[in-house]
């Protein structure tokens, strides 16, 4: 039991090292419990429930920001045609249509409902469950991406930490590790909650990290 013990910590370390950023570490955004990178977060999180690769959500997050669209109301009053020019410039083409509309009606919904300031959001909802409906009336924000959203803004958003969720899960037991949260935790040590499910996300869309984890074990 040590034994094995011992082989899912250090997996788990492995992991953390070579895939432990979140998703908007990745996309360039520093994440506060402010309104414009909570925007920011969002946004990611719509692209990424697409099913569509995640380096091109990212891309095309970026390139989104990089155009000013970093917050509701520039998002809102872009034009449809210059979301989908940034979307396409992140790789974002298949979708990139329907989803400049979704980005629009999105910005929309959360200037009228939360002055811009996704915080309104979430003192709106008193449990974990009614916050994850409320993210879903997002346009394009259904429950995929509200499971990733609720992951990674768990860093700033404390009561909702320790998450991990069923797609780390998975993750979990491609690489062979428990597919039980508490423990996943416990053989995590004081790591970031945000930064070992979004590893182990990683590990469930892409199963090569498993095979380079286990080749490394093997070297080990």
């Given amino acids: 039991m040590a034994d094995r013990s011992d082989r899912d910590r250090a997996v788990v370390r492995a992991l953390l090292d070579a895939h432990g950023s979140t998703y908007a570490e990745e996309a360039g955004i520093r994440l506060r419990d402010t309104p414009q990178p909570l925007y920011q977060l969002l946004v990611l999180s719509v692209l990424l429930s697409a099913r ?19 917050d509701p109301r520039r998002m809102a009053d872009a034009s449809w045609q210059q979301r989908v020019d940034a979307l396409g410039r992140g790789g974002y083409r298949r979708y990139d249509e329907s989803t400049s509309t979704q980005l629009g009606e999105g910005a929309e919904l959360v200037l009228r409902e939360y002055g811009g300031d996704l915080r309104r959001l979430r003192d709106a909802a008193d449990t974990d469950a009614a916050l994850r409906r409320l993210l879903q009336t997002v346009p394009g924000l259904g429950p995929t991406g509200a499971d990733i959203f609720l992951r990674e803004v768990q860093r700033v958003w404390p009561r909702l930490a320790p998450r991990l969720g069923g797609k780390a899960l998975q993750g979990a037991g491609r ?5 039980d949260e508490e423990k996943l935790l416990r053989l995590a040590g004081d790591a970031d909650p945000a930064a070992l499910s979004a590893a182990l996300v990683r590990a469930a869309l892409d199963k090569s990290i498993a095979e380079e984890l286990a080749a490394g074990s093997d070297r080990g």
């Fill in 175 to 179: 690489l062979g590790l428990p597919e």
């Fill in 52 to 70: 569509i690769r995640a380096a091109a959500a990212v891309g095309a997050a970026q390139e989104l920001f990089a155009a000013g669209l970093r």
